[in-house]
């Protein structure tokens, strides 16, 4: 019901700058969280940074200072500004949103996720 689409990903130097961007589509009634996850080869996917409807937002320690999450709610889409990239950084991200989709008179919650964008980081 709500596509989520990535873009962004790519192969960057350590000390390198990367942006990803996620864009949702379908019969969006509202969202109201969206992050941005990460899942490296043999670790389990952890979030790396959100933001609520009210734009309150939350880092994983090993990035704060260094990305900075945004949304644009009227596009219903949500960025991440990735600075001073780290080879541990490495790993596909999924972007993520929650919320609420129309149909008729109803409202039903949503929960997706995109299809992942690969960022590689070189040392």
């Known amino acids: 019901q709500v596509q989520l689409v990535e873009s962004g990903g790519g192969l960057v130097q350590a000390g390198g700058s990367l942006r990803l961007s996620c864009t949702a589509s379908?019969?969006?009634?509202?969202?109201?969280?969206m992050g941005w996850y990460r899942q490296a080869p043999g670790k389990q996917r952890e979030l790396v940074a959100g933001?609520?409807?009210?734009?309150?937002?939350k880092y994983a320690d090993s990035v704060q200072g260094r990305f900075t999450i945004s949304r644009d709610k009227a596009k219903n889409a949500v960025y991440l500004q990735m600075n001073s990239l780290k080879p541990e950084d490495t790993a596909v991200y999924y972007c993520?949103?929650?919320?609420?989709?129309?149909?008729?008179?109803?409202?039903?919650?949503?929960?997706?996720w995109g299809q992942g964008t690969q960022v590689t980081v070189s040392s």
């Open positions: 993520k949103a929650d919320g609420a989709v129309q149909s008729g008179v109803v409202l039903s919650a949503f929960s997706s």
């Open positions: 379908g019969n969006i009634f509202n969202i109201d969280d």
């Open positions: 933001v609520s409807a009210t734009g309150d937002t």
